[in-house]
């Protein structure tokens, strides 16, 4: 069984690091993300919002069911990782 786990982390690992291959490289200039999407939460983040800065513009207005959704990955992640790691009397 744990054969079996083991060989199922790897495969999955070596999707995801298959999928990144696609990514614009760190930090390049030229990525959509830097060339559309920056340039317009900095131009409007804080006039649309009404947010006291603009990282609170981007995570609680622009971003907010991302924000909700990866926090409830975390609380999802911490409840298997307690119930794994309980202890049971037998």
């Excluded at 298959?18 to 804080?46: C, K, L, M, N």
């Excluded at 006039?47 to 006291?52: F, R």
């Excluded at 800065?53 to 995570?59: G, I, M, P």
Aim: net charge negative.
């Amino acid at each position: 069984m744990k054969t079996l786990a083991l060989l199922a982390t790897i495969v999955t690992g070596a999707l995801l690091l298959y999928g990144t291959r696609d990514f614009p490289d760190w930090a390049d200039p030229q990525s959509p993300t830097s060339t559309h999407v920056s340039p317009y939460y900095i131009e409007h983040g804080v006039e649309e919002t009404h947010a006291p800065n603009l990282v609170t513009a981007v995570l609680g207005d622009y971003r907010s069911y991302d924000t909700m959704f990866e926090t409830v990955v975390i609380y999802c992640a911490g409840m298997v990782v307690v119930s794994v790691l309980r202890r049971t009397r037998s």
